[in-house]
């Protein structure tokens, strides 16, 4: 991807005011990898901030790059099989450029993760204890008794029944939603500032998922961190998130507040989302309005828009949707949209077509 | 109240003809330790289910993992031997068919599974994938089978070009499809839909879920839907039975039950989904279950919702609830059912004097 310099003033100028002084700042991230049918564009120029308190919600669907833009702020992409270009600024430093060991020592301590799958992710040798003492000693020179102690409160913390006894069990010993508190217990036990949670309650049933989203609301106003909640479920980031992004193909084509997106979303694709979920709030419909097609290929991303295949609204641009990509642009209260669309078609199509059908 | 509404399993469907009705449907998967393989206990995955499907009717089964969901769309299909209980199928017993008897049956009753990897045969061909069933039943087309196939192909919407592909070659929600092709080959009447949608992203899922509708419409399928996403059950459902460790707690049709839930379970249930709307941000009245579904090996005695249920008293440790219909169409298990009137509530009371459930505790 070559870029002219007057793509990167534009992008400048999309940077709002907290450059340089948010807490979590992502500039211009890409994320390659090279392989045998060609490159693929996981993430291609990915720019946000995120304060401290404060919940980004990253919604897409799978490919669109969410999860691996969490690795590459977590610096857990195997070096050699990523190209990644960029900066991630955590408190100003940069975690790109950094070495590995410089960033495993802000893992655990300034920055966590809880996965999707708790099974896979916990070690199945060790028990649940011996994880959460591990990652607190990395961090914290105590003694063993100490750090035990530390880890039967974190357990605690989370709800875990009985945790003096539940710290020697082992992880298969658990529910499924134990685990996830587990984990949960086990990302939290360093108190880090960032805590990216990637479909943290994908697997688990929804009286559970309730659960736990509610424990990281709590946890998060306990210790002020921010933190990344990445999902494909609207309904999960409505509950949590300040601010929404989201992403197509590797790319950002819509930010705002969570109230923005849900009230007047300006991105054709965020309406494909919102109509091609089943409302339970709402009165029933009869049909769902799919998005049509499938995803693209992110190694033959289409041209101009990613989109614009699937786009209901493509042929309204002369073709500009099929030749240029749309800049992610704000347009008014921090609301950022990449969309060729002028807001008065915007408006109409979401006010004549969309919202009336949702 | 009369004794004939506490027989749930006969309780005739309000309109249409029915199709399959199950009686006292259970599952026990044996526990066996040690050198003599003795059984030591049994995983109770399905406890005494009673229901009917009409023709024609969407009904979902829904509940959390471990409630017995899957069991029971496996046991519809005899896919698993049940322990006990009735299934009849068009007046036929088919409880324990044998395999060969069953065989030509296996045309009206198909599945569609949830992992749209792992129930296609990665070295077949689509074609050969979706033409397995006339192969296997010895049904021959008009115009021979790849036509067929090919016709099944551009009717779930994929290209009849693809023919010759491989499962590899599709992405999630077209391997989906080939699923359906499949399931539609011998048009059966039933279709047991296992998590249909539950692997596919939000925008593919709509589109599986507007298919599954028209194909219903088309070919006047019936569908039992097991799934666990109440949003997409409300869209596509008739009836809703709630299941929770193995039993129903509740069964009624789709508008009572999302909007006059009468089992505290299913309450519960509804009130933790997720609603996509900033408004209720933090307002949405939320009933927290504490803990986990216990263990279906040694499942709480009496009303099994009685350890999580915040509404629980004495009784229900003692005696069952049994399934009732309180409502027309709108069959509860519990003691203390909400959004009850004064009237259902001791209809309710009277029904579980009469004629409590077999978990009950003996009365001393």
């Not at chain 1, 060609?38 to 999860?67: C, N």
């Not at chain 1, 693209?296 to 641009?317: D, E, K, Q, T």
């Amino acid at each position: 991807m070559t870029e002219t310099p007057q793509d990167l003033t534009r992008q400048d100028s999309v940077r709002r005011t907290e450059r340089g002084s948010a807490f979590l700042d992502v500039r211009d991230l890409k994320v390659h990898f090279p392989t045998d049918d060609g490159v693929v564009k996981s993430v291609d120029g990915l720019s946000f901030q995120l304060e401290r308190g404060k919940t980004l919600g990253i919604v897409g669907e799978s490919g669109s790059g969410k999860s691996v833009t969490s690795l590459s702020i977590m610096g857990l992409h195997k070096a050699g099989t990523a190209k990644i270009t960029g900066e991630v600024l955590l408190d100003g430093q940069d975690l790109i450029s950094a070495s590995a060991e410089e960033v495993r020592l802000l893992r655990g301590k300034r920055m966590a993760m809880i996965f999707q799958d708790p099974l896979s992710a916990m070690h199945p040798y060790y028990t649940v204890g011996h994880q959460i003492i591990e990652a607190y000693r990395v961090h914290n020179k105590v003694s063993k008794s100490v750090a035990r102690k530390h880890a039967i409160e974190m357990l605690d913390r989370v709800g875990i029944p009985q945790p003096d006894r539940r710290v020697d069990a082992y992880p298969h010993q658990f529910s499924g939603g134990m685990r996830q508190r587990a984990m949960i217990a086990m990302a939290l036990s360093c108190d880090p500032e960032l805590l990216i949670a990637d479909e943290p309650t994908t697997a688990l049933d929804v009286t559970v998922q309730a659960q736990i989203l509610d424990l990281i609301r709590d946890l998060q106003s306990e210790f002020n961190s921010a933190v990344i909640i990445i999902t494909h479920d609207l309904g999960v980031v409505a509950e949590l998130a300040d601010d929404i992004q989201v992403m197509y193909a590797g790319r950002a084509i819509e930010y705002s507040s969570a109230e923005d997106i849900f009230e007047r979303p300006q991105h054709p694709y965020t309406w494909g989302l919102l109509g091609s979920m089943p409302r339970i709030d709402r009165e029933r419909t009869e049909r769902l309005i799919p998005i049509k097609g499938t995803p693209p290929s992110l190694i033959n991303v289409p041209s101009g828009c990613a989109f614009n295949p699937r786009c209901n609204y493509a042929h309204l641009n002369n073709g500009a949707s099929e030749t240029e990509r749309p800049e992610l642009l704000d347009i008014g209260n921090g609301h950022m949209v990449a969309c060729h669309l002028s807001p008065e078609q915007r408006r109409d199509a979401w006010e004549t077509d969309i919202k009336p059908k949702l | 109240m009369t004794t004939a509404n506490t027989e749930p399993s006969t309780t005739p469907s309000p309109v249409g003809e029915e199709l399959l009705s199950v009686t006292g449907l259970v599952k026990h998967f044996p526990i066996r330790k040690g050198l003599l393989q003795r059984q030591t206990g049994a995983v109770q995955a399905v406890d005494g289910l009673g229901f009917t499907v009409t023709k024609g009717e969407t009904l979902s089964l829904v509940g959390e993992s471990g409630c017995g969901k899957t069991t029971t769309g496996r046991l519809l299909t005899r896919l698993l031997e049940p322990t006990e209980g009735r299934i009849v199928f068009e007046g036929r017993d088919i409880t324990h068919m044998s395999e060969g008897k069953m065989r030509p049956l296996r045309r009206d009753i198909q599945m569609i599974f949830q992992d749209p990897y792992g129930s296609l045969n990665p070295r077949h061909t689509v074609g050969k994938i979706v033409g397995a069933p006339y192969k296997l039943q010895g049904v021959k087309t008009e115009g021979g089978t790849k036509k067929a196939v090919q016709e099944l192909l551009e009717l779930v919407g994929l290209s009849p070009e693809h023919y010759n592909r491989y499962p590899h070659e599709f992405s999630g929600g077209q391997r989906q499809r080939i699923g359906i092709a499949r399931t539609l080959a011998l048009r059966p009447k039933l279709i047991v839909a296992d998590e249909p949608v539950s692997a596919l992203d939000v925008s593919i899922q709509a589109q599986v879920v507007n298919l599954l509708e028209d194909l219903q419409e088309e070919f006047d399928l019936t569908y039992v839907m097991i799934a666990h996403d109440l949003s997409v059950v409300r869209h596509v459902s008739d009836r809703v039975a709630v299941m929770y460790l193995g039993k129903i707690v509740e069964l009624a049709d789709r508008v009572s039950l999302y909007e006059k839930p009468m089992h505290p379970y299913t309450l519960a249930l509804l009130s933790a989904v997720p609603i996509p709307d900033t408004k209720r941000k933090g307002k949405q009245e939320r009933i927290r279950l504490q803990g986990d579904v216990p263990s279906p090996i040694n499942p709480p005695p009496a009303c099994r919702f009685h350890t999580r249920c915040w509404k629980a008293q004495d009784i229900c440790k003692v005696i069952e609830p049994p399934l009732v219909e309180l409502a027309p169409g709108h069959q509860t298990a519990c003691h203390f059912p909400e959004n009850a009137t004064a009237e259902q509530q001791a209809a309710a009371e009277s029904a579980a004097k009469t004629n409590p459930g077999k978990d009950s505790l003996p009365t001393s």
